[in-house]
């Protein structure tokens, strides 16, 4: 089973409350008020089926990015997506940097494709040199992924950067997909977003989630906007008859009418990060200067996470993605007090050898 961080189901109950987990990047603020209403009261609809178009949830998001409801897919998170895609466009090859997102590649997988990796480089801080990517998409290439933010570094691509693999894409008759799940968390997400391109590039799948910046993981909630409507219906045919709960499309659609919520969010997340990667430097790690809501580092002692468990946190360990390996974690962003009990635990930790 792949690790995403977050695996709470193999943890028993009693341990649970004692556990911080920093294994997952999800919103420290905790589901919107009005989103957690929203849901409760749509279990009061569970003995029916949802609706599976989504219709009023589509219609908010269709007004949030300002592009055709026919143009937006909603599914089951997404994980969901990425899976329908691959389904869908049934690529004979992919190219995909790494480390990144291992979903991709597990998708990818699943179909036969065979993808070929380009590699970031730690003493580059995993920035993505955008023209040397684009040079590089091999022939053939029906479909690429890019995080912006990427995970699990962190690393934020420059909107023309964006703009040149998108052209080069075209170019050779490939499938963008953008995963923009964390871009909410960044301080300005509308200067780094693709969407402005959907209008004029069908080549161009743009992927999003609830279930980060909403913190909404339990609730399976993910969407994408599509340059193409024709592919986007194709994509919503290929997945599962109702495939968002009406508690998740609820939950959705309440936490799109609190505009606040995102900019306290970016605030605290900012303020956060910048003070946890000058206090994880100054215990000598090797912090990636990421623009998300979590820091990847490197340690000497690959017995970290152990270590830490011990203390009650968990941290996400990153050995299996390709391009890290032993010593490599990423640590969520949170709460100030919550960060202050992880740096004063590793601190002991690390104090110790």
């Known amino acids: 089973m792949r690790d995403h961080g977050?695996?709470?189901?193999?943890i028993l109950p009693g341990q649970r409350t004692e556990l911080l987990d920093f294994s997952a990047n999800i919103s420290p603020q905790g589901m919107p008020a009005g989103a957690l209403d929203a849901a409760v009261k749509a279990i009061c609809e569970a003995d029916r089926y949802p609706d599976p178009q989504c219709r009023a949830l589509r219609r908010k998001l269709s007004h949030v990015h300002d592009i055709a409801e026919e143009k937006i897919v909603c599914g089951n998170g997404a994980a969901d997506l990425i899976w329908r895609i691959c389904r869908?466009?049934?690529?004979?090859?992919?190219?995909?940097?790494?480390?990144?997102?291992?979903?991709?590649?597990?998708?990818?997988?699943?179909?036969?494709?065979?993808?070929?990796?380009?590699?970031?480089?730690?003493?580059e801080e995993f920035c993505?040199?955008?023209?040397?990517?684009?040079?590089?998409?091999?022939?053939?290439?029906?479909?690429?992924f890019l995080c912006n933010p990427n995970n699990p570094t962190g690393r934020l691509l420059a909107l023309d950067d964006g703009r040149r693999i998108l052209?080069?894409?075209?170019?050779?008759?490939?499938?963008?997909?953008?995963?923009?799940?964390?871009?909410?968390?960044?301080?300005?997400?509308?200067?780094?977003?693709?969407?402005?391109?959907?209008?004029?590039?069908?080549?161009?799948?743009?992927?999003?989630?609830?279930t980060k910046t909403y913190a909404m993981a339990g609730l399976r909630l993910g969407y994408v906007l599509c340059g193409d409507a024709h592919l986007a219906e194709r994509l919503s045919c290929e997945g599962q008859p109702?495939?968002?709960?009406?508690?998740?499309?609820?939950?959705?659609?309440?936490?799109?009418?609190?505009?606040?919520?995102?900019?306290?969010?970016?605030?605290?997340?900012?303020?956060?990060?910048?003070?946890?990667h000058k206090a994880l430097a100054a215990l000598n790690l090797c912090v990636i200067p990421g623009e998300a809501n979590f820091l990847l580092f490197r340690c000497a002692d690959i017995s970290l996470g152990e270590k830490l468990r011990e203390k009650g946190i968990v941290l996400r360990g990153c050995a299996d993605f390709p391009g890290l390996g032993e010593g490599w974690f990423r640590t969520a962003v949170r709460t100030p007090a919550e960060n202050d009990r992880l740096l004063a635990a590793m601190g002991e930790v690390l104090d110790r050898g």
């Open 6 to 10: 977050g695996e709470w189901a193999g």
């Open 88 to 123: 869908c466009l049934q690529p004979a090859k992919a190219f995909v940097p790494v480390p990144t997102f291992t979903e991709y590649e597990a998708a990818l997988d699943a179909v036969g494709c065979g993808i070929t990796r380009f590699p970031l480089q730690a003493d």
């Open 128 to 144: 993505l040199n955008a023209e040397a990517f684009a040079r590089s998409i091999p022939e053939g290439t029906g479909l690429v």
């Open 167 to 210: 052209n080069a894409c075209r170019e050779c008759g490939a499938v963008l997909v953008v995963d923009e799940c964390f871009l909410d968390f960044t301080q300005r997400p509308d200067a780094h977003t693709l969407a402005g391109e959907l209008e004029c590039a069908p080549n161009l799948i743009i992927l999003k989630a609830f």
């Open 242 to 276: 109702w495939p968002v709960s009406h508690p998740a499309q609820a939950a959705g659609a309440a936490a799109l009418d609190d505009a606040g919520y995102p900019v306290r969010l970016r605030s605290l997340i900012e303020a956060e990060r910048d003070r946890m």
